[in-house]
């Protein structure tokens, strides 16, 4: 069965840092976009940052400068490094991935459980 799950979330202070990372599991044939998304409380769900399989990385342009976005293909897996944060980075950081399970089938879009961040004093 394929499945993401997300883990590095947490409480920060304003301007600390935290890593998350997605794994990918199940059987895996390739995978193409990946990405990180947010939802803060009451709002919808906004893209944070994308990266291709190929390694090339797009970001909101709220996070611009502040994130980088990086995968390992021989792991399966995404890391989101977040610095300088914001209380406005507060959110459920969730992880989204196009799979093929095989060489004939088509990408199916999966999404993790979501990991939560949190950032105050």
Request: with cysteine; glycine share 12%; hydrophobic share 35%.
């Amino acid at each position: 069965q394929l499945q993401l799950v997300e883990s590095g979330g947490g409480l920060v202070q304003p301007g600390g840092s935290v890593r998350l990372s997605c794994v990918a599991s199940g059987r895996i044939f390739s995978i193409n976009t990946m990405g990180w998304y947010r939802q803060a409380p009451g709002k919808q769900r906004d893209l944070v940052a994308t990266i291709t399989s190929d390694g090339t990385a797009n970001y909101a342009d709220f996070v611009k400068g502040r994130f980088t976005i990086s995968r390992d293909n021989a792991k399966n897996t995404m890391t989101l490094l977040m610095n300088s944060l914001k209380p406005e980075d507060t959110g459920l950081y969730y992880c989204n991935a196009n799979i093929r399970s095989s060489r004939v089938s088509g990408y199916l879009e999966l999404w993790g459980q979501g990991t939560l961040v949190t950032v105050s004093l």
